[in-house]
């Protein structure tokens, strides 16, 4: 079940007008990131499961439902900023933020560029590296853009962003840039090391990036490195969760994530 927001709006940031809604009060805030071509509505009832003792802060990225699209790339290091303007535009002295794919490597790039606003950050379906998906993933990556529109165009997907875009025949011109996004080259390895917030990983066992490549990711936060010991002494402070019966395209509606992510924060 999903509930109105308590307030919200449009936060002007970096140019844009990024739309945002807050559900809940109390609590170190949780900035919510939708995947691409995603809207706040698709999120489902995530966000309300999330608000029990914590505000809540969903937000649509760049060229994303209400949030009207710039003449700016769409770059994983942009949509950081972005957050990290927002968390700043809100007063925020620091929040705790939430991704999922394309939305997590922006969460991703939030808590690198402003590792001094981000407590904690949790990461769903997100790789560390541009060559993390499987080889048929990435090849269709490489055809995404306004060619692929007829593939959407009867989608849940462009049903949500023409019920909210300012521009609702933007669609085609946001496939381009997403395109283009998806078809960067990117390693972030040396930054994840460095990063010194934990981080909960969530993916699906069915997603569509290895479990041996999300092994990896967890290497480079210092787990995957030993045992945890008796006691738990050996435990980092980052967590990873495997989503059973979970593709890529559902582990954010995982009944099993709301918990998850409630109990990493919490704890």
């Not at 969460?107 to 790789?127: E, F, N, Y």
């Not at 994840?192 to 997603?207: I, K, R, T, Y």
Request: hydrophobic share 40%; charged share 20%; glycine share 14%.
């Amino acid at each position: 079940m999903t509930t109105s927001p308590t307030d919200g709006g449009y936060a002007p940031v970096n140019g844009l007008r990024l739309y945002y809604e807050r559900r809940g009060t109390g609590g170190t805030p949780l900035v919510v990131l939708h995947g691409g071509y995603g809207t706040i509505e698709l999120l489902g009832d995530l966000p309300d499961r999330l608000a029990g003792d914590r505000q809540v802060i969903t937000v649509e990225l760049q060229g994303h439902g209400h949030t009207a699209d710039i003449d700016r790339p769409l770059t994983y290091e942009a949509l950081g900023d972005d957050i990290g303007a927002l968390i700043a535009h809100l007063g925020l002295e620091r929040a705790d933020v939430m991704g999922y794919s394309l939305g997590g490597g922006a969460a991703l790039q939030a808590a690198i560029q402003h590792p001094d606003l981000v407590r904690k950050l949790v990461l769903v379906s997100t790789p560390f590296s541009s060559t993390g998906w499987y080889p048929d993933n990435i090849a269709q990556m490489q055809q995404m853009g306004r060619g692929l529109f007829e593939n959407l165009r009867h989608t849940p997907l462009f049903a949500a962003y023409t019920a909210v875009a300012p521009d609702p025949d933007g669609f085609p011109d946001v496939m381009d840039k997403v395109g283009d996004l998806l078809r960067t080259q990117y390693d972030w390895s040396e930054a994840v090391q460095g990063l010194p917030m934990p981080v909960l990983l969530a993916f699906g066992d069915a997603d569509s990036l290895p479990l041996s490549y999300v092994s990896r990711f967890y290497a480079l936060l210092g787990g995957d490195q030993r045992d945890g010991g008796w006691d738990g002494s050996g435990r980092v402070a980052s967590q990873v969760a495997v989503l059973p019966a979970t593709t890529h395209y559902d582990s954010y509606a995982s009944p099993l994530l709301p918990g998850l992510v409630n109990t990493f924060l919490e704890g």
